[in-house]
T-cell receptor, first 110, second 116 residues
Framework: GQNIDQPTEMTATEGAIVQINCTYQ??????LFWYQQHAGEAPTFLSY????GLEEKGRFSSFLSRSKGYSYLLLKELQMKDSASYLC???????????FGAGTRLFVKA | GAVVSQHPSRVICKSGTSVKIECRSLDFQATTMFWYRQFPKQSLMLMATSNEGSKATYEQGVEKDKFLINHASLTLSTLTVTSAHPEDSSFYIC????????????FGEGSRLTVL
């Protein structure tokens, strides 16, 4: 089966950098996704990693280490609007369904 | 990008009544759609996989007779919460993915159900 762990909450200051970690266990690896979800809204796609290394996309970057079952999402130049939940997700064995972690609620303070 | 639309966004109903939620893929055909449920401050829990032209596949612990899913066309799936009770109050979200691409999910706006 799948198991995904990420911190429950984090707080960071506007303009700073924050790293949100995710560890996962899966019997077959088909990539790892990060989604952003603002309160009361549906998630939106942020990034996808299938190979080891860092994928950079503007202020957001995502890292993957398959051997360690580990990923992180890096947010730079934090803005107040980045306050949201960040969900780590992996496809299940076979890659058909997507299983979500509990999410990390990020609070950005002035 | 792909767009998935969900309706209604909010619904309040009395206990014992049924509520239908629609999910449409607007610019691509979705042979499969996924229905998730999310309770406050919790993660998305997959309820069922909706398959066009065939029966939905339900996750363990989800009552198929209570949560009726119909996927009659390549662009529309519906979830009906039958005989709703207060414990069914939740945020219901549908999603779909393109056949091409990385496989990321495109989500509808979500439907917040409150059962009185």
């Amino acid at each position: 089966g799948q198991n995904i762990d990420q911190p429950t909450e984090m707080t960071a200051t506007e303009g700073a950098i924050v790293q949100i970690n995710c560890t996962y266990q899966t019997s077959g690896f088909n990539g790892l996704f990060w989604y952003q979800q603002h309160a009361g809204e549906a998630p939106t796609f942020l990034s996808y990693n299938v190979l080891d290394g860092l994928e950079e996309k503007g202020r957001f970057s995502s890292f993957l280490s398959r051997s360690k079952g580990y990923s992180y999402l890096l947010l730079k130049e934090l803005q107040m609007k980045d306050s949201a939940s960040y969900l780590c997700a992996v496809p299940n064995t076979g890659g058909f369904k997507t299983i979500f972690g509990a999410g990390t609620r990020l609070f950005v303070k002035a | 990008g792909a767009v998935v639309s969900q309706h209604p966004s909010r619904v309040i109903c009395k206990s014992g009544t049924s509520v239908k939620i629609e999910c449409r893929s607007l610019d691509f055909q979705a042979t499969t759609m996924f229905w998730y449920r999310q309770f406050p401050k919790q993660s998305l829990m997959l309820m069922a996989t909706s398959n066009e032209g065939s029966k939905a596949t339900y996750e363990q612990g989800v009552e198929k007779d209570k949560f009726l899913i119909n996927h009659a066309s390549l662009t529309l799936s519906t979830l009906t919460v039958t005989s709703a009770h207060p414990e069914d109050s939740s945020f219901y979200i549908c999603s779909a993915r393109r056949q091409e691409g990385t496989g990321e999910l495109f989500f509808g706006e979500g439907s917040r159900l409150t059962v009185l």
